[in-house]
C-alpha cells in the first residue's frame, strides 16, 4: 500500500474544500425556495444561503456575474460566502458547483411566474 493512498489526517481530509470568490444573487425567501425546487429537479443547484432575519434566500453564482445581474426582485453582489454551517440551506461541497447564473435567472422566472399562478406571487417589485 502506499502512503498516499490514506489520509494521514482522516478528520482533516474529509472536510469539503473552500468555496471559492463567488457573487450572491439574493431573492425573497417564497420565490428563492420554488427556484431551488427547480434547479434541483434539473440538477443544477449549487450552494443556497437561508437568511432567516431577512427571509431572503442567496444563490452562490460565479464571480463576475454581479456585473451583469439585471432582474427585478432580486440582486447580486460580490462576496465571499459566510463559513457559517447554520445559515446554509444547501451547503457548498466537492460535488456541488455554483449555480449557473442563466439557469438561475430561467429558474427565477419560472418560480415566479408559478407563484403567480397559484396567487403566492412575489412581491409587486418581484421578478
Known sequence: MFAAEFPTDPFHAALPTPTPSCDLVRV???Q?????????????????LLE???????????????????L???SCTGALAPDDDGAWLLPPSPERALTD?????????????????SGSAPAADGA
Open 28 to 30: 425573497p425567501e417564497r
Open 101 to 117: 447564473p442563466a439557469q438561475l435567472r430561467a429558474a427565477l422566472g419560472e418560480a415566479a411566474r408559478t407563484l403567480a399562478a
Open 32 to 48: 428563492g425556495l420554488e427556484t431551488v425546487d427547480i434547479l434541483r429537479l434539473r440538477g443544477a443547484c449549487g450552494p443556497v
Open 72 to 74: 427585478p426582485g432580486g
Open 52 to 70: 432567516d432575519a431577512d427571509a431572503t434566500l442567496s444563490f452562490l453564482v460565479p464571480a463576475g456575474a454581479v456585473d451583469t445581474w439585471q
